[in-house]
């Protein structure tokens, strides 16, 4: 089909003496969501701060849209399109749905020093996304902190949606979530996608993957072991493959297929 | 960009009541009406509700409130600065011996001194900030560096811990006068010439008002009160000291500069500090090595009262400032009743023990924590 948005060819990262991720290949194409499974320890964490910008790789090719890309800060990520929305760090409880969703981009009206945020685009706006998303608020005052944490993952998705992103990155948005909020995160990465975004969906929960997913790649020892799509995978494929294979296999036998 | 009745007819569920407690400043109101109503019953009938009895606990309130501002601001982004009480003393002792020992004028004394303080407001920042260690401690630390400093210069250069003569200097200087002076001085006499307000029956001041005008402190805090509460909930530099405090980690992900917004918050709280160091020594016409003890615990518990949250995110400068009224009128109310004085100490710890653990079950009510 098309050509990535993202693509990560070889990635690997050094700490000192630990190598966390020892050649990672990903790309994420428009419209698509691709999930990235692995168990905790494969690497994700530092697989997602690569390409969020946090850390930069001590080796391989990052490239945005088919430019080489090098980013120094999360902000210079965010700059290029690269939004991404972590698990427990979406949101500031205290504050309003209104004053999250714009934070670090209020849009502002007046002059010189009588320059205030324009709350009534603002809220305006927000009140807007979150219908789209199917979230009824309240009011835009209403604190994040009454929101579920499904919801809270929505307003994060929102915005970044909003403000443009043509990559998002999500770190375990359902792994805290009861079933009834992953279904509305799941089905909010879907709109996401139909919105033309490339959506990467980290996750160890293969279920929640296969709901959505239209890639598959899984991450494991900080390696990639291949990509499949839609359809040429089960379930229990991509979890033998998440834990390295042969140990699960044992214990699945003996707890009965339930894992 | 319509939004829907559908969505709308949830608005009227909220209840008025349950917006009014998510508002920081209700408990302060709340205190401010209780205390009012408490000293009019107990006092009414004495000079305390008279213009210079009024002035008096104004005075006073207003100290609190220049502090309150710039501690309020500082704890919304999570911060404290435990050493605004010594950097009263030490800005008044620095502009003291500018001033007579130097040989300043008094505009460049306050000029220096505004920027020496400045800029320790923002060492402490940047420490804090570097070494990822609690303001609490750093800040511990300048408490006793700044009171340690304040008293060895006026030892060293002026053989005794106050510093006086300033009167001299400031006076006829020409922004002394904003820190010391007092405001609309043309009205109160005119005031005075309509038989209004008390003027002195005989001496040498006869015919001219008791209350010669509002001290310039006052119309400070006022203006602090007012620009500090726009600041803060009304412009984008506002969201970010909430955003800082709330959660800098997810703050700095989405692109809110947190270091810089907690060291200029740093350095606003230690300009508070500044302003009213000055102004006593001002005012005094003296600057003494002593002032400003305790000011740095009572002008947090004044922020406390208003509704801020010691771990940062949320609160207000309004009920910061009202909370500093209550702390003004208690004081000096108890001097009118003739209540013993030591008596003051147990209320503000009352207080603050009360308005702490109702600032806890207003935040929970807020973010639904269990």
Same mark, same amino acid.
């Given at each position: 089909m098309s050509a990535p948005i993202l693509e990560m060819t070889d990635i690997q990262k050094h700490f000192g003496h630990i190598i966390a991720l020892s050649g990672v290949s990903f790309d994420v194409k428009a419209g698509e969501c691709h999930c990235l499974l692995g168990d905790n320890g494969a690497g994700k964490s530092t697989f997602i701060k690569t390409m969020s910008g946090v850390h930069a790789p001590t080796h391989g090719e990052m490239k945005v849209q088919g430019e080489p890309v090098h980013f120094t800060s999360p902000r210079a990520a965010l700059a290029a399109g690269i939004a991404t929305v972590y698990q427990d760090l979406a949101m500031i409880p205290l504050m309003s749905v209104s004053r999250n969703f714009w934070l670090g981009r209020e849009p502002e009206t007046g002059f010189g020093p009588f320059k205030r945020i324009d709350f009534r685009k603002a809220d305006a706006i927000t009140f807007e996304q979150m219908r789209e998303m199917g979230i009824n608020l309240?009011?835009?005052?209403?604190?994040?902190?009454?929101?579920s944490g499904g919801e809270r993952q929505t307003v994060a998705i929102a915005r970044a949606v909003y403000f443009g992103a043509k990559v998002l990155i999500l770190d375990e =948005?359902?792994?805290?979530?009861g079933v009834r909020q992953t279904a509305n995160v799941l089905s909010t990465i879907d709109r996401a996608r139909k919105k033309g975004v490339g959506v990467v969906f980290i996750t160890h929960n293969v279920r929640h993957a296969l709901a959505v997913g239209d890639r598959f790649t899984v991450l494991n020892r900080g390696k990639t072991l291949g990509t499949a799509d839609r359809g040429h995978i089960s379930s229990e494929e991509l979890q033998s493959l998440m834990a390295g294979g042969q140990e699960l296999a044992e214990l699945e036998a003996s707890l009965g297929k339930t894992v | 960009m319509t939004t829907t009745t559908g969505a709308d007819e949830r608005i009227k569920h909220t209840s008025i009541l349950r917006r009014a407690l998510v508002r920081p400043e209700l408990g302060a109101m709340g205190g401010t009406v209780a205390v009012f109503a408490f000293f009019l019953i107990l006092a009414g009938n004495t000079q305390m509700f008279a213009l210079d009895g009024v002035l008096n606990w104004g005075t006073v309130s207003a100290q609190f409130v220049v502090l309150a501002v710039g501690v309020s601001l500082l704890m919304i982004t999570g911060e404290f600065d435990l050493s605004l009480g010594s950097m009263v003393g030490f800005s008044g002792m620095i502009f003291g011996l500018l001033a007579v020992?130097?040989?300043?004028?008094a505009w460049a004394a306050i000029g220096v001194t505004v920027l020496a303080c400045g800029l320790i407001g923002a060492v402490n920042g940047l420490l804090v900030i570097r070494t990822g260690l609690p303001s609490f401690i750093v800040t511990l630390a300048f408490m006793f560096i700044l009171r340690g400093l304040t008293i060895w210069s006026a030892i060293t250069f002026n053989k005794q811990p106050v510093v006086s003569g300033i009167a001299d200097i400031s006076?006829?200087? =020409?922004?002394?006068w904003l820190f010391g002076g007092k405001a609309l001085g043309g009205l109160f006499v005119w005031l005075g010439e309509q038989g209004w307000i008390a003027t002195y029956?005989?001496?040498?001041?006869?015919?001219?008002?008791?209350?010669d005008g509002i001290p310039m402190l006052m119309i400070w805090a006022l203006v602090m009160v007012i620009v500090g509460q726009w600041v803060l909930t009304r412009t984008r530099f506002g969201n970010w000291i909430y955003a800082a405090g709330g959660d800098p980690q997810a703050a700095r992900y989405i692109g809110v500069p947190v270091a810089r917004v907690k060291v200029a918050m740093f350095i606003v709280a230690a300009l508070c500090a500044t302003l009213l160091g000055i102004s006593q020594a001002v005012e005094f016409g003296s600057a003494a090595s002593d002032r400003g003890m305790m000011k740095e615990f009572e002008a947090i518990i004044c922020v406390v009262i208003g509704g801020a949250l010691l771990t940062g995110g949320y609160g207000s400068v309004v009920g910061a400032a009202l909370g500093a009224v209550i702390f003004g009128v208690v004081q000096q109310g108890l001097f009118f009743t003739n209540?013993?004085?030591?008596?003051f100490r147990v209320f503000l710890g009352s207080i603050l023990l009360a308005a702490v653990i109702a600032n806890t079950y207003i935040r929970r009510a807020i973010t639904g924590e269990r």
């Open positions: 309240r009011e835009p005052e209403q604190a994040v902190g009454t929101l =948005p359902t792994s805290a979530l | 020992y130097v040989g300043l004028p006076a006829g200087d =020409p922004i002394a029956t005989r001496g040498t001041r006869l015919g001219r008002p008791i209350v209540v013993e004085s030591s008596l």
